[in-house]
């Protein structure tokens, strides 16, 4: 079992920046992680893919609505993952998630383990 956590949410204003953390604990080095991601679910939509870093290699992807915006990295002894979001939009209020994946940090891979989530808020 892989247990994550997420912190660094909160309320900000357009513009601004927040950095979001996933550590991941548990049977990290048995379940073999190759990639983690970042999803976002806002109220009354459906659950969207943000980005994904290859676990070994640091090899990131981003939706395109976060491009240039957002950049996802690790640290591989803390088994944290991170998203820093700058120049933040209304558009980008959600609860945010992070998610193990034994194969893929893409959008259409298959993730097993899922943090809590944390609220982010931007207002205008």
């Known amino acids: 079992q892989v247990q994550l956590v997420e912190s660094g949410g909160g309320s900000v204003q357009a513009g601004e920046s927040l950095r979001l953390s996933c550590a991941a604990s548990g049977d990290t080095y048995l379940y073999g992680m190759g990639g983690m991601g970042w999803f976002r679910q806002a109220a009354g939509k459906e659950r969207e893919f943000v980005g994904g870093?290859?676990?070994?290699?640091?090899?990131?992807n981003y939706a395109d609505s976060v491009k240039g915006r957002f950049t996802i990295s690790r640290d591989k002894r803390a088994n944290t993952e991170y998203l820093q979001m700058n120049r933040l939009k209304p558009e980008d209020s959600a609860v945010y998630y992070c998610a193990a994946s034994r194969w893929s940090w893409t959008s259409g891979g298959v993730y097993d383990y899922w943090g809590q989530g944390t609220q982010v808020t931007v207002s205008s």
């Open positions: 870093i290859q676990w070994s290699g640091g090899s990131t």
